[in-house]
């Protein structure tokens, strides 16, 4: 796990990894098995990588397949039209010994919880993902941590498959981007991106419709949850470093208060990080009791890849999360003192430069 910061960040996928990955795929014998994995809490880019993955597979003509996640089997409320739904299976449904693993979107074996043990198990593994911090777990590595979501490489090991996108196919991967460039907004919105979004959208797909489900939908009692804990929100303009510090937490008691399940607060980093105040902002949730799934934003003065790290997560330069223990207090004191180191560091100048910040 501390590889994340400290190790120089991966290269892109060689031509050897993409034919190992074809081969992998399309050696497997008529009745081969074929297990997909995203990561716990699945975002747009898991959930969508994944099953636009699943869809294309079938068109292969791959009929022993299924696609999990580990922990609770419920799709979050934005993703339960998400074409491919039909190919989930509960993690402890999932094949144990399957002839196949593709991971997707899974930057540490740590993030496929009680389905790591597929790994050992499988005949191979593919792991599909944009990481920087990548732990460069399974057999064969199509890891580009150049890339703007995982669905950038699921498309272009569509292509080497030669299966042509479809509405179906499209629609997964065009959430999946869309997700993680922030609707095209973050800075990895490159040309790529947009020619992408642009095949994806040639198949007839509907960006209003789906921005709308996945992004400007939420049951009022969500809306409520909101103004309770953004009405909590600190802001400390001294912190990291002076660039400023911004945070809130909501408990497991709101949501229930309000009748809200636990993804409904994955959004609720958008509406604090957008303080004018702050550089770093972050989101301690209730997982348990004096358990905190923490999620850290910085505009880009604070490397947070380095808080997350150094306090048993990890992610991008730009956006990271960990998991933290005991009272909001102490969370939030553990956050201050590795923001202040990072900041020091960063001001000696040897910040890890190459993540976009891509969740
Ligand atoms: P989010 O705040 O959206 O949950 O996560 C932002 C990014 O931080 C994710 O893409 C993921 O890479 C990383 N991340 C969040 N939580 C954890 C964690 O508990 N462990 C690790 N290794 N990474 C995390
Ligand atoms: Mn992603």
Redesign the pocket.
């Known amino acids: ?1 501390l590889a994340a910061v400290s190790q120089p960040a991966p290269e892109q996928p060689t031509e050897a990894e993409w034919a190992a990955a074809v081969s992998a795929i399309t050696r497997l014998p008529a009745d081969g098995r074929i297990l997909l994995i995203c990561h716990v ?1 699945p ?1 747009g880019d898991a959930l969508g990588s994944m099953l636009g993955f699943g869809l294309g597979l079938r068109r292969l003509g791959v009929r022993q397949l299924q696609a999990t996640f580990p922990g609770r089997p419920e799709v979050p409320e934005p993703f339960r039209e998400m074409p491919g739904l039909d190919l989930l299976v509960p993690a402890t449904a999932a094949d144990p010994d399957p002839d196949l693993v593709i991971c997707f979107d899974v ?2 074996v ?2 496929l919880g009680d389905l790591a043990d597929r790994l050992d198990r499988a005949g191979a593994a593919i792991v599909l993902d944009h ?1 920087a911090s990548n732990t460069r777990f399974g057999g064969i590595h199509l890891v580009d941590p150049d890339a703007a979501a995982t669905s950038v490489v699921v498309e272009k090991l569509l292509v080497r498959l030669g299966v042509p996108l479809d509405a179906g196919i499209a629609e997964c991967l065009y959430i999946a981007l869309a997700t993680d460039t922030g609707s095209f907004r973050f800075d990895m919105t490159t040309p790529a991106v947009h020619e992408m979004a642009a095949r994806l959208l040639a198949t007839g797909i509907r960006p209003g419709e789906i921005s709308r489900r996945i992004f400007d939908t939420r049951p009022f009692g969500a809306v409520r949850l909101y103004g309770d804990v953004l009405g909590r929100t600190q802001l400390e303009p001294s912190g990291a470093g002076g660039l400023g510090l911004v945070w809130t937490y909501a408990t497991l008691e709101d949501l229930s208060r309000h009748g809200q399940r636990p993804y409904t607060l ?1 959004p609720l ?1 958008d509406s604090v990080r957008c303080t004018a105040e702050a550089d770093v902002s972050c989101v301690l949730k209730q997982v348990a009791e004096g358990e905190w ?1 923490v ?2 934003r910085s505009k880009g003065g604070t490397d947070v890849s380095r808080v ?1 790290v150094a306090l048993g ?4 330069r730009l ?5 933290g223990y005991g009272p909001v207090s102490e969370v939030v004191d553990a956050i201050r003192s590795e923001l202040d180191r990072a900041t020091a560091v960063a001001g000696r100048g040897d910040a890890a430069g190459r993540d976009q910040g891509q ?1």
Request: glycine share 16%; hydrophobic share 40%; aromatic share 4%.
């Open positions: 796990m809490n975002d930057a540490a740590s993030r990481h994955e980093i799934a999620s850290m997350a997560g990890g992610g991008h956006a990271a999360g960990f998991t969740p």
